[in-house]
């Protein structure tokens, strides 16, 4: 039982370029997120998803998107990377709402843009 | 709305001596509440949450928190801390459907 996986750990980019962070979690979770973590700043939620086919903006959307075509799988895509976008970025996946239930969280990606 | 703020951005004890790490909380309605501890380079791990049931809650590895509602309060408290105990903490308050408020952070330091 792996949790929730996350790649890749580290990744540097240039401005302008494009990536995707994977993330897959085993425990058949129907809630998934996307969060950014800046120092200081606590977590902020960029994206989640409350099941297949179903995804909705968070706070700071801006920059990237989503899509949910299994369970399992939760891609964030960075579309022309900022600076503004170097982040440590954390998946999580929970059973249910985030306001009942235990969020369980990926080791999170370091992503550097100069 | 909802928000939380951690008092401390870091926190400094001695191995043998207790924690308390501090966190209010604004909500306009009863909230949910949860302690996640973050060690280097990990994700975050739930410790304890409080969702309306006792008032004070116990968490893994010796941890527990008091809901106090007429404080506005939900500090984590340990009575002996352990190295390993060495992370950061953060605090969190449900923000109404399918939100999460976190706090900045309190990061723990524990000394020989």
């Known amino acids: 039982n792996a949790g929730v996986t996350q790649t890749p750990k580290f990744r540097i980019l240039k401005i302008g370029q494009s990536m995707t962070l994977q993330c897959t979690q085993d425990?058949?979770?129907?809630?998934m997120y996307w969060y950014r973590q800046d120092p200081g700043m606590g977590l902020k939620l960029i994206y989640y998803?409350?099941?297949?086919?179903?995804?909705d903006k968070g706070e700071v959307p801006n920059g990237y998107n989503v899509s949910r075509s299994t369970t399992e799988d939760f891609p964030l895509r960075l579309e022309l990377a900022a600076p503004s976008q170097t982040s440590v970025y954390f998946c999580?996946?929970?059973?249910?709402?985030?306001?009942?239930?235990?969020?369980?969280f990926g080791e999170g990606s370091r992503l550097t843009v100069l | 709305a909802q928000s939380v703020t951690q008092l401390d951005s870091h926190v400094s004890v001695s191995e043998g001596t207790p924690v308390l790490l501090r966190c209010n909380y604004s909500s306009s309605y009863s909230p949910s509440l949860f302690w996640y501890v973050q060690h280097p380079n990990k994700g975050l791990q739930l410790l304890l949450k409080y969702t309306s049931a006792a008032t004070l809650v116990k968490g893994i590895n010796g941890f527990e928190a008091e809901f106090k509602k007429s404080e506005t309060s939900f500090h984590l408290t340990k009575p002996s801390a352990h190295m390993s105990d060495a992370a950061e903490y953060f605090c969190?308050?449900?923000?109404?459907?399918?939100?999460?408020?976190f706090g900045a952070g309190t990061r723990l330091a524990v000394h020989p």
């Open positions: 425990m058949n979770h129907n809630y």
């Open positions: 998803s409350v099941g297949a086919g179903i995804t």
């Open positions: 999580a996946s929970s059973w249910d709402r985030p306001g009942t239930g235990e969020l369980f």
């Open positions: 969190v308050v449900g923000g109404g459907y399918n939100k999460l408020i």
